[in-house]
């Protein structure tokens, strides 16, 4: 085995192996509906045993965990607002782009691997697969960006 076949195909390998890395370093933990932090059973209790209305008390827990961002607590509780649906499509957004980019970097890997084999083989290496998937990833790049923007500006 010559040194740059040795050398093509530790790289591949390598990143292959730190693929999950990078995947598992985002914010999001790849779950559709988010969890909470908090244990929201003693407020669902407080909000059920308090006197005059419970719709008030239910607005009011709401509206504390949409002012904390927590959008996993309002799932639990079922304590919702107006902008907990916006909320939840931003989030889901986001969820799809990332398996969107690790699908992407997949495609990255895979059609390097080929390219780089091609050469090896004496075939006609194909540079459109490796165009398309950074291509595929650019488009998953920018389209996320433009959501955050639209939705920064609007909500």
Known sequence: MSIVKKIATWSMMLGVLSLPLFTFAVQNSFEIIPESEKDVSQ???????????????????????????????????????????????????????????????????????????????GKQPNSSDVKNAIIGVLIVVFSYAIVRILTEAFL
């Open 43 to 121: 407020d669902v209790d407080e909000v059920g045993k308090s006197w005059g209305s419970v719709r008030d008390k239910l607005n009011q827990k709401a509206q504390e965990y949409e002012d904390k961002w927590d959008l996993g607590a309002q799932f639990a509780s079922g304590a919702f607002t107006w902008n907990t649906l916006l909320n939840y499509v931003v989030y889901l957004v986001r969820f799809l782009s990332q398996i969107a980019l690790v699908i992407g970097a997949g495609m990255i890997v895979v059609s390097g691997y080929k390219y780089a084999s091609a050469s090896f083989t």
